[in-house]
């Protein structure tokens, strides 16, 4: 069975290339507006996937796997409720808050003496070694 071909529309110009340059500078500055509009608005969908991803089977089992115990994704439902009651709230108040989590959130790449990096090293992975952690030098 052959499907009857119809005229492609790509042999007509388009309404952008008939445009003037003038006018398709505009249009990319709206465009511009428009994705930085989009950035500030507040989704949650992405956290809605998180929560839901956390409890599929394969989730769950990796986590087993890996830590031994299974996730009870309470982290992704305080992130999925908070970003819930941030809709609620006007656009000064989301900016406001969401620019104080920034600046309250620790660097990843924060820089800390050696003795500070030992202390955090045995803080985190003492259960998998034997030996007592080292003295303090005093």
């Known amino acids: 069975m052959r499907l009857l071909s119809s005229p492609t529309l790509s042999s007509q110009p388009r309404l952008a290339e008939l445009a003037s340059p003038q006018?398709?500078?505009?249009?990319?500055?709206?465009?511009?507006?428009?994705?930085?509009?989009?950035?500030r608005r507040l989704s949650c969908t992405k956290c809605f996937d998180t929560l839901w991803f956390c409890y599929s089977p394969f989730h769950q089992m990796q986590q087993y796997y890996r830590h031994g115990e299974f996730d009870t994704c309470f982290a992704k439902w305080s992130s999925l409720y908070d970003c819930?009651?941030?809709?609620t709230k006007s656009l000064s108040q989301i900016e406001e808050i969401l620019e104080e989590r920034e600046k309250a959130k620790t660097h990843i790449w924060t820089h800390r003496t050696v003795e500070e990096a030992s202390e955090n090293w045995w803080r985190m992975y003492n259960h998998f070694v034997n030996v007592p952690p080292p003295e303090p030098d005093s």
């Open 23 to 39: 006018t398709r500078m505009e249009d990319g500055k709206a465009e511009e507006e428009k994705t930085e509009a989009t950035r």
């Open 84 to 87: 819930l009651n941030l809709k």
